[in-house]
């Protein structure tokens, strides 16, 4: 199992980034899949999910400003962020869940966001 992020960098306060990533070895239809991002000194969090039906989920923080989706046919989950801050500056990972009956997660490798004022 893989999953690649990309579209990360540096980008000035009220800036724009999408993120993507590429999952592979899985049946990426099946998973929900996420983006949680982790500062230093702060515990991993979770940004933003959407399920295999297109529900999605986001933090307070992001509401409005980030939007999650994904394409089955590439296998592919994006992360549309908009307006962004400097408290924004984080890493930020993938993540494919699966319960079955537990949960089964795997996490891709990060991509660094830098948010600069």
């Known amino acids: 199992v893989q999953l690649v992020e990309s579209g990360g960098g540096l980008v000035q306060a009220g800036g724009s980034l999408r993120l993507s990533c590429v999952a592979s070895?899985?049946?990426?239809?099946?998973?929900?899949m996420g983006w949680y991002r982790q500062a230093p000194g702060k515990q991993r969090e979770l940004v933003a999910a959407?399920?295999?039906?297109?529900?999605?989920n986001y933090a307070d923080s992001v509401k409005g400003r980030f939007t999650v989706s994904r394409d089955n046919a590439k296998n592919t989950v994006y992360l549309q962020m908009n307006s962004l801050k400097p408290e924004d500056t984080a890493v930020y990972y993938c993540?494919?869940?699966?319960?079955?009956?537990?949960?089964?997660?795997?996490w891709g490798q990060g991509t660094q966001v830098t948010v600069s004022s």
């Open positions: 959407i399920t295999s039906g297109g529900v999605t």
């Open positions: 993540n494919a869940g699966l319960r079955s009956p537990s949960w089964l997660h795997y």
């Open positions: 070895g899985i049946i990426f239809r099946s998973y929900v």
